[in-house]
């Protein structure tokens, strides 16, 4: 399981990277309506420009999978903030009446996120000295 957790940090995180540094400006199937990029779509979900800020937290929350490497006691918090992330952008997809092919990306990422932050609390000191 420890080895499924690393595996899936490093995923999702690259993952989150890749869609808000790479391909923000770019068309996918999976974006919002009928989004181009990451503006359009915040805008289809009636968002404002100032809610970009969510990049910068999902982009921070993906550095800090990654250094979950190096430094596991972030690996679940890190985890449990992309989970929540992927909540939202699930909800925001159902919100705006999109087709369930545009919320499979966020559903898969929430799915990992909570299968790592599950391995990290099976296995943490914490979680054993309750049981």
Known sequence: MKTLSKLLSVIVGLTVMNVWIF????????????????IEEFEVYGLGEYFLIIGIIKVGL??????SLYFTKVRFFAAS??????????????????????????????????IIAYAEKISSKWFHSYI
């Open 23 to 38: 391909r923000s400006d770019k068309s996918t199937l999976f974006r919002g309506g009928d989004a181009n990029n990451l």
């Open 62 to 67: 993906a550095i800090l999978l990654i250094l």
């Open 81 to 114: 903030g992309i989970a929540v992330m992927m909540l939202v952008a699930i909800f925001m997809h159902i919100n705006v009446g999109d087709e369930l092919i545009k919320s499979v990306p966020a559903s898969i990422l929430l799915l990992s996120s909570l």
